[in-house]
């Protein structure tokens, strides 16, 4: 029995998770002062060094890449990335892959027993969780995702050794600010006085290098103290001590990788003293970094393109890569949001290049409804303020494997099938394993629903 509740203890994940979200009324309350406290009541610290990552966009194709290149150089990694597709053990990578659930348990009862009254957010507590549970490991190197922002940002609890700061951009503004440069003041929080703070962002707010000089960080920016170049087989690399070339490009697909590959190699710069990496760990690690759900292209009949883009700034670079793949006769899309989302700028860069839409509804308070998401379609479309095709038909389902099925049944073979939005949109449609599109039948006739493999 628990001190605080006299409910039995939580025997599973699920029931810890479930536990979580009880706890505090606010799924967002963001402080440090919790967590902090948390952090030396547990004597929570790491041993190697650590890479902090915050951004608007990018920041899980940076970790990835990250991790790639480091478990190429020989080294044990631990990376905390965020938020999971479909199973949460996805958060907690160590060596290349999830940690086992039942792994987990422990580290929450600790959580638990040290809180003592204390009230902890859902992302207090499990981050918590995650971070003693990569602790517990002989680790050569720990790579941890900032959620909302970074300087209240529960993470910012540890003391990175490194810095990264990918792409800024609007996103969250009730809790970031209403322009870039308060947007970059949250996410210069993770900045450390004498430590390497790397901004990948080609162009960044002013408010970044003012706060790494406030507070005497090593900044190195994109542009200034490391850059990129490449034609369409190669690229190459230069910082300030160090250069790769003949590099592949990254096996992720889209339109800033590179941007995000240029961060990860000023960071191995950074930290060459004590992890040296070899260019071949560099080439290796980018051709076979993975990361689901970021503009992932499955090839079938019709094709499928997976990508959580939930913000203009992500959705501009999504349409720029869709742009790219290539001539396809219909694109439909599924698509699933918050309702506290940009959904008018997301609506109007995507409705030039979408014939249909099939909106879904997704499992959680703050989601916007299919029926939500069709009217405010409608709605803008009635006021001239979407460039839609003439014939644009809109949808409307209770889950995401719904709408990707009724997608798959209108498609033809040789149309494009979209998954997009949120997390839970693309986790949604994967919660089966990845799904494989195949039709035989003339362009005219429609596809049957997706096969999904058995778990």
């Given amino acids: 029995m628990t001190s605080q509740n006299l409910t039995p203890v939580p025997a599973t994940l699920d029931d810890w998770l479930a536990h979580c979200e009880r706890l505090h009324p606010k799924t967002i309350d963001m402080t440090l002062e919790r967590v902090t406290t948390l952090r030396e009541r547990l004597g929570l610290n790491f041993e190697p060094p650590v890479v902090v990552v915050a951004g608007t966009n990018g920041k899980g194709s940076t970790c990835a890449m990250l991790e790639s290149i480091a478990l190429q150089a020989g080294y044990r990694v631990g990376l905390y ?9 996805e958060r907690c990578r160590v060596g290349g ?14 959580v638990e027993a040290a809180r003592g009254e204390m009230t902890l ?3 207090e507590f499990t981050t918590l969780a995650i971070m003693r549970r990569l602790a517990a490991e002989p680790l050569d190197l720990v790579i941890l995702e900032v959620g909302l922002g970074g300087r209240l940002d529960a993470v910012n609890c540890i003391d990175g050794d490194c810095a990264v700061i990918t792409s800024i951009d609007l996103d969250h503004t009730e809790y970031l600010g209403p ?5 970059g003041r949250e996410k210069a929080g993770i900045m450390r006085a004498g430590r390497t703070v790397i901004v990948s962002d080609p162009m960044p707010p002013d408010s970044l290098a003012a706060r790494a ?12 103290d490391f850059s990129y170049s490449g034609d369409r087989q190669q690229w190459q690399w230069s910082g ?17 990788q590179l941007l995000n590959a240029a961060g990860v190699l000023a960071v191995f710069e950074a930290l060459y003293e004590r992890l040296p990496i070899s260019a071949q760990a560099v080439r290796t690690g980018l051709a076979l970094v993975e990361l689901p759900g970021r503009f992932q292209v499955v090839a079938g009949q019709p094709a499928l393109v997976l990508d959580v883009a939930h913000n203009p700034h992500a959705v501009a670079a999504l349409a720029q890569n869709l742009d790219q793949m290539g001539f396809y006769p219909r694109t439909h899309a599924v698509f699933g949001a918050m309702a506290d989302k940009d959904l008018a700028s997301i609506f109007q860069r995507m409705a030039p290049l979408v014939d249909v839409w099939h ?15 069709q009217a405010q379609f409608a709605a803008l479309q009635a006021d001239g303020r979407l460039k839609a095709p003439p014939q644009v038909r809109l949808h409307t389902h209770a889950q995401p494997l719904d709408a990707l099925s009724a997608a798959a049944a209108e498609a033809d073979p040789a149309d494009r099938i979209l998954v997009f939005g949120s997390f839970y949109t693309v986790g949604g449609v994967l919660k089966n394993g990845v799904p494989r599109l195949q039709s035989h039948k003339p362009p005219s006739e429609a596809v049957p629903p997706p096969q999904f493999p058995t778990a």
């Fill in 240 to 256: 300030r001590e160090r250069r790769f070339s003949g590099l592949a490009y990254p096996a992720l697909r889209g339109v800033n």
């Fill in 97 to 110: 892959a999830p940690v086992e659930a039942e792994s987990l348990l422990p580290h929450f009862a600790a």
């Fill in 179 to 183: 322009d870039r440069e308060s947007v």
């Fill in 121 to 123: 957010s859902y992302f």
């Fill in 359 to 373: 909106f879904c509804n997704l499992e959680l308070p703050r989601a916007a409804s299919a029926a939500d998401l």
């Fill in 213 to 224: 000089a406030e507070i005497g960080a090593d900044l190195r920016q994109l542009g200034v």
């Fill in 81 to 89: 990335i965020k938020p999971h597709l479909v199973h949460f053990q």
